[in-house]
């Protein structure tokens, strides 16, 4: 998985059953290069839940662990999106700890890996993190694996990828943050 293992993951969780989709029908696929443009709105992602297993809690994180740069990755990883506590494959009704931001590289910084990775959880977290939309506060050396240990979240159950390099979008993104 490019890498990912073990930048990110220690072992390669299944790709084919967490689906992420883009306006304009974009789906991410194992690695597919994508502009900031088509990622600035939040994805629409689902996944097969199990039958009887609707109240099942799930967790989704997003995470950019290529900052500033793949070469030099001194702030990895960058937290893009996370979604803790939610039932079945409701994502709109888990709780957001960290509101979804799309991939904004540097100029200059070539292609970075953006990571969905979906967790099963054993219980309820209890977390009072936000992070706005607008703050960069909190996002910075994240660590998915930390944050899966802290919680009892073990290895994903699926994930997926997708590339993304610098475009004329990326100042226009970077005007909405307020720190």
Known sequence: ?????PDVVDEAPPKDKLKVTYAADLSVKEGNELTPLQVKDEPQVSWDTPEGEEEQLYTLLMVDPDAPS?????FREILHWAVVNIPGNQLSKGQTLAEYIGSGPPEGTGLHRY????YRQSQR???????????????????????????????????????????????????????
């Open 1 to 5: 998985m490019n890498a990912l293992v």
């Open 70 to 74: 793949r070469k030099e990755p001194k």
């Open 115 to 118: 990571i969905f990775l979906l």
């Open 125 to 179: 977290i209890e977390e009072t993190l936000h992070i706005d939309k607008r703050t960069r506060e909190g996002r910075f050396n994240f660590s998915a694996r930390t944050f899966a240990g802290k919680h009892g979240l073990g290895k994903p159950i699926a994930g997926c990828f997708y590339e993304a390099q610098y475009d004329d979008y990326v100042p226009i993104r970077n005007k909405d943050f307020a720190g």
